[in-house]
């Protein structure tokens, strides 16, 4: 090989070295790091990163009651359990627990490692909500978009959204849905929602559930496989963590006769991230 060519081929490493250390450095920059996070390896459920909700059903028709009783630390795992329970005027008994008031992030990846319940009428699900949603101004709002009053409504618009980073049902096993539910600015409600067919039942080991929410898109991932990917309606104001599992509803339908209690809603770890770079 001639000195010449071999001059060449040294310049053409040395330049593709710089520019992969160019974009190393800038990709580190950029990371997400740790920022929040449980791992559930006490005894008990550290009460000052979560609530636990106690609630007569919800608003889709559901059969549970929420009550803290199934909420639980065992063996380094989060229990949420799922029974035959006559509790007030439900049949069945399940467990919701929140972060509001303690941690509601704006932007960030949110990391869940998870078994979910099997069974019709069973509906897991990971999610976030609102910190601050102002109940009345929307009221307000949507009254004055309807009358054609739009234009003497604030600017700052306190529609509200939900993050669905996860949502099963028990009868579709190896069925996942990530969804945004939000608003435009005129007060239209959109959706914009993946659907996830894998070639595993997510009920019978654990999987890791995730979104990444940046300021211009999120994205959904199971397994590091991206889900789904949305570009519109982002909110941009702070969200808390909502974990549970819901029992029957307009959605996954009631538990039949093939349905068996108790299920449990396993969650190995939770772990949230953000970027150096949104909060400079």
Not at 27 to 35: A, I, R
Not at 116 to 123: C, E, R, T
Not at 257 to 269: E, K, L, M, Q, V
């Amino acid at each position: 090989m001639n000195r010449k060519l071999i001059l060449v081929i040294v310049c053409a490493m040395m330049l593709l070295s710089g520019r992969l250390l160019s974009q190393s450095q800038s990709e580190s920059k950029n990371s997400w790091e740790l920022v929040w996070s449980d791992e559930f390896t006490g005894n008990q459920l550290d009460t000052s990163k979560w609530n636990v909700l106690v609630r007569e059903q919800s608003k889709h028709n559901e059969l549970q009651y929420y009550v803290p009783g199934e909420v639980y630390v065992e063996n380094g795992v989060l229990r949420i359990r799922s029974r035959v329970r006559k509790f007030g005027s439900q049949e069945y008994t399940s467990g919701r627990l929140d972060t509001k008031g303690k941690f509601a992030p704006v932007y960030g990846r949110f990391e869940i490692r998870a078994k979910l319940p099997a069974g019709k009428g069973l509906w897991p699900a990971h999610w976030l909500y609102p910190q601050n949603r102002d109940w009345q101004m929307e009221t307000i709002m949507a009254d004055a978009v309807a009358n054609g009053k739009e234009g003497f409504i604030p600017e700052e618009r306190p529609w509200y959204s939900e993050i669905d980073i996860m949502e099963f049902l028990g009868h579709e096993p190896n069925i996942l849905y990530g969804t945004l539910h939000y608003y435009t600015f005129n007060g239209q409600k959109r959706s914009s929602s993946g659907k996830w067919s894998g070639a595993v039942d997510y009920t019978k080991d654990f999987h890791i559930y995730a979104l990444e929410w940046e300021p211009d898109s999120m994205r959904w991932y199971i397994d590091g496989q991206l889900l789904h990917v949305s570009t519109d309606g982002i909110p941009h104001t702070p969200h808390y963590l909502i974990l549970n599992t819901a029992i029957g509803g307009s959605w996954p339908g009631n538990p039949d006769s093939t349905t068996t209690f108790p299920r449990f809603h396993d969650i190995d770890y939770v772990r949230i991230f953000h970027k150096k770079a949104y909060f400079k």
